[in-house]
């Protein structure tokens, strides 16, 4: 082998060198990283150990940028492709969006031994392996910090912080748009239809907001963390993901009066064999009863908060703005300086390192607990009698109440830990069961 | 000039080098970073790309520690000095503690080329650039981010997360024996000296806990987060540093009141010229008014918390155990990943770098905000006579209330923001004032 994954050492070019770098997309992060590295110029170059250089900036279409402030003095060009291929670019910085396009750039950059920096979490959760092993046979960084959360460090908190421990679980408020609408939803008894109304207007929703409010943008940054914190190649397909389209005010309403709060949780968790050994890891978003006494609770607004369990650091928990401008910018400049300081000094980041390798299952085989709201007929038994059903599938139950309204009565039933399959199996037996006249809502627990 | 420093570029012994690794000090720390070697030595080889071998552990009494199980099949020596020097011990791990002999342990390792991970705060915020000079020079790295609030990770954050970005302000509580104590206070109603007694029943308390309730821990703390937030050399001395051992149970009750909780806070601050830019930085540790509604407000028992405001990035906050022998030795070991990869693959560690070189001004030049409370002779016209001394000095009051208490009258001042030095003045000549029967308590408000 001669490439330089086979000799593990990577040489700089020295304190002083110039770094070049090539800056893909304008967009509103691709902005604010110009202007920061404009107004930041002397502190970088400081803390790098040589300059920063932009040798371009590529854009779809030229004419629609060539007046803005940040670009005046720079190349700019529509031609991202040569743009990547120049001699005297060090590291390429992909803020574009998308999967195919900047697939095929990043790849370019990384086999001509650019390093990358990308914010772009799609890219990651889709084709991360990809772009890892051709980091790795490069001997060249790949960082995505802003791909996960913005400025709240997770991304290297995982890589590097508790390099030395074992991650147990993961559980994190990741979409700040969902996180705005349900805690709308909460404040002002607002219905789901209406909160996204009110966030589409307030510029915290895009337009067509599927994937946000339907969980894909979550589950790529729970595929992301769930890799960096597993050691294991976790891909956006193998994540479970349910949206929080479906929730009611009167899911709110009822998890508020249980002291409770509806967040969209993305979790990662390790899965144990009885003698404490790892038997397998799972990812997944979905809509999680989260107690008021836990601090994910009280994350209000578009914030964002993480949560991560580890063997020895025990619970530790990140908190932040997770998306716009400047918090994105923010986090791309810190891998820039990352990325450049490497190139002057040698060395490598921590790449993903999927060594474990360990099973990636599927939701169904998850323990978890459920809250299942259900409209029951109101004869006498009718508790005992669906009470039943549970223990006939060796579900137990941690509470079951009861609650009449007018002719009707609401049977609000709350499990115990067991299989995620066999929780949604009875489930789907229970909404056939000639008592039941609709199950409202099926909620899980968080613990 | 030969040194790595006129380089700049430090390569590495290439993969699958074993990293010899000297083990200094076996208390709490120490003794778990052992064990967690053994853990997990698979796993930190895959990190690392070679294993980890550990060359021997250092202690002042050999006999005392000789039947541990984690140094079983291990060098044990009482000559620390000698164990530095061998050829074959690539990083040095200095978790004994103290200042003077570790100092000269971890210069005598740095000068002959070792990296040293160290989770000595003292000997950091005493002698920090000394050791970063040293570790300059050598081209070797010098991690400790166990030193500040254990496995959270706010070193690594400052280190690299947030390079790219500028470092506004600092605020934590990173000593959880006061938080435990002002914890236990608000909660049950307890006197200081009650709280302490139960802290040092729990062992939450040393022995002697002069070093935690006078604040000298956080004051470490605060000069190594302002040393890397401002890249400017902060030391321990430069630190103003208040205790807790003078609050009082009626001062926690009046907080409350306020719907305001008292913390001690370690504070890290940038001061601006009118222009916007930086006129100098100020660090201290004092008890401080938090309101309720602020994060801080609400982190219990021991545990830590920094928020940190960034001008890109804004307002983050990490939160967890900010002591303990198994947290501690989280940091520990991630920073000695860190280290251990760095001999392999080449390159360093960002250093503590004192570039930016700000005047670092005391607190009587910092503008703060001030709860005074007093008793005041019951008479007509005592309130605006007293509030016409604030005026007099210029200072301006956000609030004054009289409370009737028996004969007595409680004058509660809350002002608006001034120079720390001109609040200390009014409030010592109010204390000679005829109508003041006593000065109650004065506390600094958080913004």
């Known amino acids: 082998m001669t490439s330089a994954e086979s000799n593990g050492n990577y040489p700089g070019k020295g304190a002083g060198a110039p770094v070049g770098v090539a800056i893909l997309g304008k967009g509103t992060v691709g902005t604010e990283v110009l202007r920061l590295i404009g107004e930041f110029s002397n502190n970088l170059e400081q803390r790098i150990g040589g300059p ?14 060539k007046d803005a402030p940040e670009v005046q003095g720079l190349l700019l ?18 803020v574009i969006g998308g999967i195919d396009y900047p697939r095929e750039l990043v790849l370019k950059a990384l086999r001509a031994g650019k390093s990358v920096v990308t914010a772009n979490k799609a890219l990651v959760a889709a084709h991360g392996s990809e772009l890892a092993d051709a980091a790795n046979e490069a001997g060249v960084d790949l960082y995505y910090e802003a791909a996960v959360a913005a400025a709240i460090p997770v991304v290297g908190m995982l890589r590097r912080s508790l390099a030395g421990d074992q991650v147990q679980r ?37 337009a067509d907001p599927t994937a946000d409010v339907e969980g894909h943008d979550a589950a790529s940054k729970a595929a992301i963390l769930a890799s960096m914190g597993f050691h294991t190649r976790v891909t956006f397909d193998d994540v479970y993901c349910e949206g929080i389209s479906s929730i009611t005010a009167e899911d709110i309403a009822a998890a508020k009066k249980a002291n409770q709060t509806i967040k969209l949780l993305a979790i990662c968790e390790r899965l144990f064999n009885e003698d404490g050994s790892t038997r397998a890891v799972n990812a997944r978003v979905h809509p999680t009863l989260v107690p008021n006494d836990h601090p994910l609770a009280s994350v209000d607004q578009s914030y964002n908060a993480i949560f991560v369990e580890a063997e020895a650091a025990g619970r530790l928990m990140f908190y932040g703005n997770g998306a716009g401008g400047a918090p994105t910018a923010s986090a791309v400049l810190g891998d820039l300086v990352g990325a450049a300081r490497n190139k002057i000094h040698g060395g490598r980041a921590p790449a993903e390192n999927p060594y474990a390798n360990y ?12 809250h299942v709201n259900m409209t029951v007929n109101d004869r006498v038994g009718v508790l005992a009698d669906l009470a039943h059903q549970f223990a006939d599938s060796d579900v137990s139950l941690a509470a079951v109440r009861q609650e009449e309204s007018g002719d009707e009565a609401h049977l ?6 067991a299989r995620e399959k066999d929780l949604r199996e009875i489930v789907d037996r229970l909404a056939k069961h000639e008592d039941v006249r609709a199950v409202n809502s099926v909620l899980r627990l968080h613990d």
Chains 1, 2 share one sequence.
């Not at 996180?179 to 939803?185: E, K, S, T, V, Y």
């Not at 099973?359 to 459920?370: A, L, M």
């Open 52 to 65: 920063i250089e932009v040798r371009g900036v590529a854009v779809s279409n030229v004419e629609k940028h």
């Open 170 to 206: 993961i559980a994190g408020i990741v979409n700040g748009t969902t996180n705005f609408i349900l805690d709308a939803m909460a404040t002002t008894g607002a219905s789901y239809e209406d909160a996204l109304a009110e966030a589409t207007r307030l510029g915290y929703a895009e």
């Open 412 to 417: 609000i039933v709350v499990t115990h830990k």
């Open 77 to 94: 060009t529509d031609d991202a492709h040569s743009l990547v291929e120049r001699d005297d670019v060090d590291v390429v910085v992909e």
């Open 359 to 370: 099973d990636v299952v599927g939701f169904d085989e998850v323990e978890t607990r459920y």
